[in-house]
């Protein structure tokens, strides 16, 4: 009985933790269908998203024009099971920043994603973030499909929780997970008592690509890199603030950004104007690979955010062996604990952040190392991606989306039992 994975764009440069996590379900044993609302296969520069394409089905892959069909013959063959998913987007649409007609068309979604789930025999939908996606996996409940499951990553979930009707979300759905204590609380601030059973933690994990090196030594170079897409909420615009003030006081050091994104031009007119063309690096897009090589490269990991879930590449970087430079926002600090692992500094703090990047910048080579095994160490224990799929697969047999006769293939022996707990 094989699961459907569903996300609003898969796959994508910034997902690569959807991948590890089916992947590992899939050496598991766990059979998983792929599906994408849209693609974005023009900023993909990972070899492995490639084949992850291949895999996948994308429902507007013609465009609305190709979700007609679906929508009439579900109209003809089920007309009672779409009257209750009409009713439901107007109910959902009433509390929304999107109008009814955006409803509609996750209603023309849904009635594709529920044709594919029919014709394959999928009983169960798992949905990654609590927005369009799991919108359409709620109407594909509704019209008489599978039953679905979603992972919260945050921060928009928790930014306008209201209008993502995140509270019917949780109510209809098998269960939900968090991916950290932090996501966790903010779902139960969303839901009834009752419903807290059902809501896991869950972690985001890191694969062999990573766990399986030994650390190499930091090098001796005053390098930073920030790994990101270039966005508001990252704090590229505050970093390049604290950048000019380091490089006004005449230190030598470079910052490699790693990414792309909406943000960039103006990060590059910002680079311009304050002269830092001598401290700073844009990569683009960068494969797991090619990130992994910078993250070697360089001392820390700088990651100034705003707002987050838990960012999959502190794991890498700690996993590497290297310290970060980051925030106090949402499940950071449950991995990053300061003095040991790296620097939290206040979000938004120029001062903080400069404060904390020239600190690396002057600690003992052998000191950012030892941070960087504590890290490590932390990363092996929290967010080994086939303990963490081992989880989720057991929620799969808990709720009876997968039969529980099915044991996991390499799995923990720990793991493998039945949670009668929400697993942490």
């Not at 998983?32 to 070899?47: G, T, Y």
């Not at 904390?356 to 967010?383: W, Y």
């Amino acid at each position: 009985m094989a699961i459907a994975y569903f996300v609003n764009q898969y796959p994508k440069v910034s997902h690569s933790f959807i991948r590890r996590e089916i992947q590992a379900l899939e050496a598991q044993g766990v059979p998983i269908r792929r599906f994408s609302i849209r693609a974005c296969d023009s900023e993909l520069v990972d070899e492995a998203d490639q084949e992850e394409l291949d895999k996948t089905t994308v429902l507007l892959k013609n465009g609305l024009k190709g979700l007609l069909a679906p929508l009439l013959q579900v109209a003809i063959a089920h007309p009672q099971g779409l009257l209750a998913a009409l009713k439901l987007a107007f109910q959902l649409s009433r509390t929304s920043d999107r109008n009814l007609l955006y409803h509609l068309v996750y209603i023309a979604e849904a009635c594709a994603l529920y044709q594919y789930t029919a014709q394959d025999g999928i009983r169960h939908i798992h949905a990654h973030f609590g927005t369009n996606s799991t919108t359409v996996a709620l109407l594909c409940k509704a019209l008489g499909g599978p039953s679905y499951s979603f992972t919260v990553h945050g921060p928009e979930e928790f930014d306008r929780p209201e209008t993502l009707s995140l509270t019917e979300k949780i109510r209809q759905a098998a269960f939900v997970v968090g991916i950290s204590s932090f996501s966790r609380s903010q779902l139960y601030r969303w839901c009834d008592r009752q419903q807290w059973d059902k809501i896991h933690v869950i972690h985001c994990g890191v694969d062999q690509q990573f766990l399986a090196l030994s650390p190499t030594p930091v090098p001796d170079v005053p390098q930073l890199v920030c790994v990101g897409r270039l966005s508001e909420q990252k704090g590229h615009l505050l970093l390049l603030e604290a950048i000019k003030q380091l490089a006004a006081e005449g230190l030598p050091f470079k910052v490699v950004l790693v990414g792309d994104g909406p943000l960039r031009q103006e990060v590059e007119e910002a680079i311009a104007q304050y002269r830092l063309q001598n401290h700073i690096e844009i990569t683009g897009w960068a494969s797991g690979a090619q990130v992994q090589k910078h993250l070697q490269a360089s001392r820390a990991l700088v990651l100034p955010s705003f707002a987050e879930g838990l960012p999959v590449v502190i794991m890498e970087a700690l996993a590497l062996g290297r310290p970060v430079i980051t925030t106090y926002v949402a499940g950071i600090p449950e991995l990053v604990e300061p003095g040991q692992c790296g620097w939290l500094v206040p979000p938004g703090s120029t001062e903080s952040l400069v404060k904390a990047m020239k600190d690396c910048l002057n600690t003992p080579l052998a000191t950012l190392e030892a941070m960087g095994q504590n890290g490590r160490d932390r990363v092996l224990q929290r967010h080994n991606i086939v303990t963490e799929a081992t989880h989720l697969a057991n929620c799969f047999r808990r709720y009876r989306a997968l039969p529980l006769s099915e044991t996991p293939r390499s799995a923990p022996t720990s793991d493998v039992s039945m949670p009668s707990t929400p697993i942490v």
